[in-house]
C-alpha cells in the first residue's frame, strides 16, 4: 500500500501519459518507497500490463519484469559492467528492441519503462539515462528512473526531478497499521517518525524490534540503541560522504527522540540514525562515549522516574508495588498523579489494600499538584477547596460514602472557576459533577479548561478524552462518546481495556449498533476499584436494556448501585434504568415494594434540576406511580415537560412508558409510543434502540396475547372473572355462583393477584387485550 504520497502519484500518473520527451527521476534515500509509489501510479493510469520494470540497470545482469513480477527477460546480452568514466555501456536500440519484443502488445495503456535502483546519479549515468530517454521516446516509450541521490550538479532541461520526502505523521500510522497487526500509540509513532526520519522501511524495522507493550505506549519507547540493517543500507552512501568532522559532531549531538528534540531544539539532526551509525564509528574508534548521546537511565524508584511513568501512562512499567515505590519517595507531585492516574483508570494499586492512597510524608500541598499546574491566580480559598474535594473523593472512593454533598457542590464550583488546571484534575471534578447531577457544570468546565496548551503530557491528554466522553455518555450522545474513546486510544491503545471506557463503549455501541454487549467479567478483576466496578456494571445494564435484555439489565444495574452509590451517571439515571429493567422483566402487579425501595434514600432536588435529569425523575416518579394504571405524571412529563427535554431523554421516556403499556395490557398505547420512538431514534443517531424495541415487541408477541397467568385461575374463579367482565356486580356474581358476597371479593381479590393487576378496571383492560380462550368463548 502507497499511503501519504497523493501529490507524487498525480505528478507520476500525468507524466506517465504526457507526450512532453522529458525524463522523470524519483529521488529518495533506500526504504522511501520509491519503487512502491512508482508502480502504483502507473497502475493507477492503466499502465499496468503495458509498463516495464527494468531492475539492476548499472549491473551486468540487468532484466525486465512485468509490474506484477509474474514475467522476466535477462537483458545483459545488450549490457555491460558501469564504467567510471562512461557509465553503462550498451545498446540502448538492441535494448528497447528487446524490452519491446518481450512486452508484446501491452495492452492499450501508456509504454512506460521503468528503470528502477539506479542508485547515485553521477554525470555519467545521467547521460547514459538520456540516451536511453532519446531511443525510447522514438520508439514510444517513456523512461522513469529512480535514484537514493543526484551526484551531478545540474541535470538537463529534459530531466525533471521528483523528490520523495518523509511520511507525515498520519500516513506513516496508516503504513504501520498495514504491515503491523499489534495497535501503536501515537506517541510512539510520532518516535518512529522522527528515528526513522519519516521512512517508512526504516519505521517498519524500528517497529518490528518492539515489544507489543512498547508499541501501544504501557512501556516507554524513545529510540534504538542500535541500526538495523534497513537503516545501513539507506544511509551507506550519505556516511561514506561524511568529512570527519561532521562525523564527530553526529556521534555526540543528544538523541533523546522526538519529544526532547521538540523542547529544547535538538531537531537540527535531520536523520538520527545516521547520527547513531556515527556513534558507533566514533565508539569503535575510541572517539567518543557512546553512552552520552542518549537520555541516562533512571531507577524504578526515582522520583522522577516515576512520575515520567505515570505522566506517560507507561503502567506496565511500574514496579510490581507500585505504591509502595511511590510511597519510598515522598514527593507531592508524584503522589498528585499517582492518585490522579488511579481515580481517572479506576486501577487499585494492588499493594494500596485498606490503607491511605496518599503515602505519609508527602505533605498537606500534594493536593495542589492534583488540580493545578500552575498555581498563578489561585487564591488560598481556592486551595483549601480543592484539599477538601480531595479528602471527599477520597473517602468516596474507599467507603463509597458522601456525607456532605452540597459542601462537595461548592468546593467543586469554587476551584472550576481557577486558572491554569491540570487535565487529570478536570476529569476527575467532571466526574464528581456529574455524580452530583451538574451536567451544565461539567460542561462548563471542560469548556473553560480544554483549550489546546502546549507540553501537556500523555495522561492529561487522555483525561481530557474521558472527561469529554463521560458527559457526552450522561447526554445519551452515543457517536461523539466513541469519538472521544477513539482519541485517546489512538495515543493510548491500552485505555480500551480499562473499565471506565469498556463501560462506557459498551453502552455506546448499545445505542448506535444495537451491538448486544459480550463478556461482562472483566479481566483481573481484583485490580479495579469497587466504584469502577459498579460504574462499569451501570454502563453494561444500561447497554443490555438499549437491546431488550431486561432481566440482564436488573442483575447488572442492582450489582452498579451496590458497589457505587453515586456512580457519574448520577443516581436519578441510574435509578430509572433500574426501575424500567424491572418493570420490562417483571410480571404486572408483582413489581410492589421491590421497586419502591429503588427511591431510597431519596434524591436531593439539586440532583434533578437540569432538564434531561428531571425528565429522567419524571418517568422514574410515573413508573412507580400506578401500577397497571394509565400515569397522569407521565403524560405531564412527556407532553408538557417542566423544560424541554433533549432527543434522547424524550427515546427513553417512549421507550420506557410504551414497554410499560404494552405489558400491562394497553398495547394500542405501546404501539403508538414505540413507533413514535423508531422514528426518532432513526433521525437521531441511536438506531441501536430498534433492536431492543423489536425484541421486546417480538417476545410480547410469542406470549400469543394472553400470559399463562389466566390458566391458573380455578373454575370456580374463572366463572366469577367471566361475570366479572361482562358487568356484573359483586351481589350479583354471589347470586349467579351461589356464595357469599365477601367470597366473592376474595376470590377475584386472589384473581387479581395472580393475574398481575390490582382492580376490576384493569381486569376489564387485561379481557379486552389478552382474553384466554375459555373467556372468549363464554
Known amino acids: 500500500m502507497v499511503h501519504g504520497r497523493d501529490r507524487e502519484l498525480r505528478v507520476i500518473g500525468h507524466f506517465a501519459t504526457d507526450l512532453d520527451p522529458t525524463v522523470l527521476v524519483v529521488r529518495g534515500l533506500s526504504g522511501i518507497g520509491k519503487t512502491s509509489t512508482v508502480l502504483h501510479a502507473l497502475k493507477q493510469v492503466g499502465a499496468g500490463s503495458s509498463a516495464v520494470r527494468v531492475v539492476r540497470p548499472c549491473s551486468s545482469r540487468p532484466s525486465a519484469h512485468d509490474l506484477d513480477n509474474s514475467r522476466r527477460v535477462d537483458l545483459s546480452a545488450w549490457s555491460v559492467p558501469d564504467d567510471p568514466a562512461d557509465g553503462p555501456g550498451f545498446d540502448a536500440a538492441g535494448f528497447l528492441r528487446a524490452v519491446s ?40 516509450w517513456r523512461v522513469i528512473a529512480a535514484v537514493r541521490s543526484i551526484a551531478v550538479e545540474a541535470l538537463s532541461d529534459d530531466v525533471e526531478v521528483l523528490e520523495l520526502g518523509p511520511l507525515d505523521r498520519m500516513s506513516l500510522r496508516r503504513a504501520l497499521a498495514t504491515e503491523i497487526s499489534a495497535p501503536v500509540a501515537a506517541d510512539v509513532v510520532e518516535h518512529l517518525r522522527w528515528w526513522s526520519a519519516g521512512n517508512p522501511r526504516l519505521a517498519l524495522e524500528l517497529a518490528g524490534s518492539l515489544s507489543a507493550a512498547e508499541l501501544c505506549g504501557d512501556v516507554s519507547w524513545t529510540g534504538p540503541e542500535t541500526v538495523g540493517s534497513a537503516a545501513r543500507r539507506s544511509y551507506r552512501a550519505m556516511l561514506a560522504g561524511l568529512d570527519p568532522a561532521t562525523m564527530t559532531a553526529l556521534a555526540t549531538a543528544p538523541l533523546g527522540g522526538a519529544s ?60 510490581a508495588r ?28 494492588r499493594d494500596h489494600a485498606g490503607g491511605s492512597l496518599v503515602p505519609d510524608g508527602v505533605g498537606a500541598e500534594w493536593t495542589d499538584h492534583l488540580w493545578w499546574r500552575d498555581l498563578t491566580g489561585v487564591g488560598a480559598e481556592a486551595r483549601a477547596a480543592g ?19 452540597g459542601a462537595l457542590r461548592a468546593d467543586l464550583r469554587l476551584i472550576g472557576r481557577t486558572p491554569g488546571q491540570d487535565w487529570v484534575g478536570v476529569d476527575i471534578q467532571v466526574r464528581a459533577l456529574l455524580t452530583l447531577g451538574d451536567v451544565v457544570g461539567a460542561r462548563g468546565l471542560l469548556a473553560d479548561h480544554s483549550g489546546a496548551t502546549p507540553d501537556r503530557a500523555v495522561a492529561e491528554i487522555v483525561a481530557r478524552d474521558l472527561a469529554a466522553a463521560r458527559v457526552a455518555a450522561f447526554d445519551g450522545r452515543a457517536v461523539d462518546v466513541r469519538t472521544h474513546l477513539a482519541h485517546a486510544t489512538e495515543l ?90 424491572v418493570m420490562a422483566s417483571t410480571p404486572p402487579g408483582r413489581v410492589g415494594p421491590r421497586a419502591q425501595r429503588l427511591l431510597d434514600p431519596p434524591v436531593a432536588p439539586e440532583e434533578r434540576s437540569t432538564p434531561d435529569v428531571a425528565a429522567a425523575y419524571a418517568r422514574l416518579d410515573a413508573l412507580l406511580a400506578d401500577d397497571g394504571v394509565p400515569s397522569v405524571a407521565f403524560e405531564t412529563a412527556l407532553h408538557a415537560p417542566s423544560a424541554p427535554m433533549s432527543p434522547w431523554q424524550r427515546v427513553r421516556m417512549l421507550v420506557a412508558y410504551g414497554r410499560y403499556a404494552v405489558t400491562r395490557g394497553g398495547r394500542a398505547t405501546g404501539n403508538a409510543m414505540l413507533d413514535e420512538a423508531r ?16 425484541v421486546f415487541l417480538a417476545e410480547a408477541d410469542a406470549s400469543g396475547g394472553a400470559g399463562p397467568e389466566w390458566e391458573v385461575l380455578g373454575t370456580h374463579e374463572r366463572e366469577m372473572v367471566k361475570l366479572a367482565v361482562h358487568g356484573a356486580t359483586n351481589s350479583q356474581i354471589a347470586q349467579a355462583t351461589f356464595v357469599s358476597e365477601r367470597t366473592v371479593v376474595n376470590r377475584l381479590r386472589r384473581a387479581y393477584a395472580t393475574l398481575g393487576i390490582r382492580d376490576r378496571r384493569d381486569l376489564v383492560r387485561l379481557a379486552e387485550t389478552r382474553p384466554p380462550a375459555w373467556l372468549a368463548g363464554g
Open 101 to 140: 519484443v518481450w512486452a508484446g502488445d501491452g495492452g492499450s495503456g501508456p509504454r512506460v519503462l521503468f528503470v528502477d535502483d539506479v542508485g547515485v546519479l553521477t554525470a555519467e549515468r545521467a547521460r547514459w539515462l538520456q540516451h536511453l530517454a532519446d531511443e525510447a521516446y522514438g520508439q514510444d
Open 260 to 319: 526532547a528534540a521538540r523542547q529544547d531544539g535538538r531537531s537540527s539532526v535531520r536523520h538520527p540514525l545516521l547520527a547513531l551509525l556515527c556513534k558507533e564509528v566514533r565508539s569503535a574508534d575510541g572517539q567518543v562515549d557512546g553512552r552520552d548521546a542518549l537520555a541516562p537511565d533512571r531507577g524504578p524508584t526515582d522520583a522522577g522516574a516515576l512520575l515520567r511513568i505515570l505522566d506517560g501512562l507507561h503502567l506496565e512499567e511500574l514496579p
Open 322 to 349: 507500585a505504591w509502595a515505590a511511590v510511597a519510598a519517595a515522598p514527593d507531592p507531585h508524584l503522589a498528585a498523579r499517582a492518585v490522579g492516574v488511579s481515580l481517572m483508570t479506576g486501577r487499585a494499586w
Open 387 to 405: 484539599a477538601r474535594v480531595a479528602e471527599a473523593l477520597l473517602c468516596l472512593e474507599d467507603t463509597g460514602g458522601l456525607p456532605d454533598p
Open 492 to 581: 493510548r491503545p491500552s485505555v480500551d481495556a480499562w473499565l471506565p471506557a469498556r463501560g462506557m463503549r459498551a453502552s455506546a455501541d448499545a445505542v448506535v449498533d444495537g451491538t448486544v454487549p459480550g463478556s461482562t467479567m472483566p479481566a483481573q478483576a481484583g485490580s479495579w476499584s469497587a466504584r469502577v466496578l459498579g460504574e462499569y456494571a451501570a454502563d453494561l445494564g444500561a447497554a443490555h436494556l438499549v437491546v431488550g435484555q431486561a432481566e440482564g439489565a436488573v442483575a447488572l444495574l442492582t450489582i452498579a448501585l451496590e458497589h457505587c452509590a453515586w456512580p457519574y451517571r448520577g443516581r436519578v439515571q441510574v435509578r430509572c434504568d433500574l426501575v424500567e429493567s
Open 679 to 694: 422514528t426518532l431514534v432513526r433521525l437521531a443517531g441511536m438506531a441501536g434502540w430498534l433492536r431492543g424495541i423489536d
